[in-house]
């Protein structure tokens, strides 16, 4: 079944305590993608990546890393959490980009930066 | 940075009623996409509309694209209590491949 898996599903976690949220997906696609959705304010994007090696800033980068070592996986770390990374957090994929491109999503990451 | 915004916020209507969202953004696209979003999961793709297209139709879905006046609708047919869910637009920009603009979404609540 064609898919985009993420885990954790939910985090709780405190300040500083560095965590990685795992994201893979099955469809051989270049283009992955990290959002995050807060309430009233829609999907923001964090990170891209367009093929293995080569990812670029989104929106909301500040606090977030990321990595493309393989093309079906693209890892989200927060190096030192705080408390305003507290979100729902998506992983998407595409063949192509997002923006010609339909997206793909995981089911999502509840995390909680105490 | 937000382009795309939904309205209603929020729109409850009784089952088998047709249920109406639009959308306006701001800047020149490539294409307009809607998704479905169930309290708290993960999103759904609908309808991707690309900026040459008008209208298009899923099953008892119908979307409309009037880049005249930057603006889409999506018209959702005799309603079902499953349809109850968020509804959001994204723009694909003229000026990049890679991203997509989000608005806040429209709540839908189908009544029994």
């Known amino acids: 079944e064609a898919q985009v898996t993420q885990n954790p599903r939910y985090l709780i976690t405190v300040t500083g305590k560095k965590l990685t949220v795992t994201c893979s997906q099955n469809?051989?696609?270049?283009?992955m993608s990290w959002y995050r959705q807060d309430p009233g304010l829609g999907l923001r994007q964090i990170y891209y990546?367009?093929?293995?090696?080569v990812t670029d800033k989104g929106d909301v980068p500040e606090g977030y890393k990321v990595s493309r070592k393989e093309k079906r996986n693209f890892p989200l770390i927060l190096e030192s959490p705080s408390p305003n990374q507290t979100s729902l957090y998506f992983c998407?994929?595409?063949?192509w980009g997002a923006g010609t491109d339909t997206q793909y999503f995981g089911p999502g990451t509840r995390l909680t930066v105490l | 940075s937000q382009q795309g915004e939904e309205d209603p916020q929020a729109l409850s209507i009784q089952e088998g009623e047709n249920a109406t969202m639009n959308c306006s953004y701001k800047t020149s696209i490539n294409n307009l996409q809607w998704y479905r979003q169930n309290s708290g999961r993960g999103l759904v793709h609908l309808i991707l509309i690309r900026s040459n297209e008008r209208e298009k139709h899923s099953g008892r879905l119908r979307v409309t694209l009037d880049t005249s006046k930057k603006s889409s609708s999506l018209l959702i047919t005799a309603s079902r209590a499953a349809d109850t869910a968020s509804y959001f637009c994204a723009t694909g920009p003229m000026d990049s491949n890679y991203q997509l603009i989000w608005g806040a979404g429209t709540k839908l609540i189908i009544k029994p």
């Open positions: 469809m051989n696609h270049e283009y």
């Open positions: 990546s367009m093929n293995v090696e």
């Open positions: 998407a994929s595409s063949s």
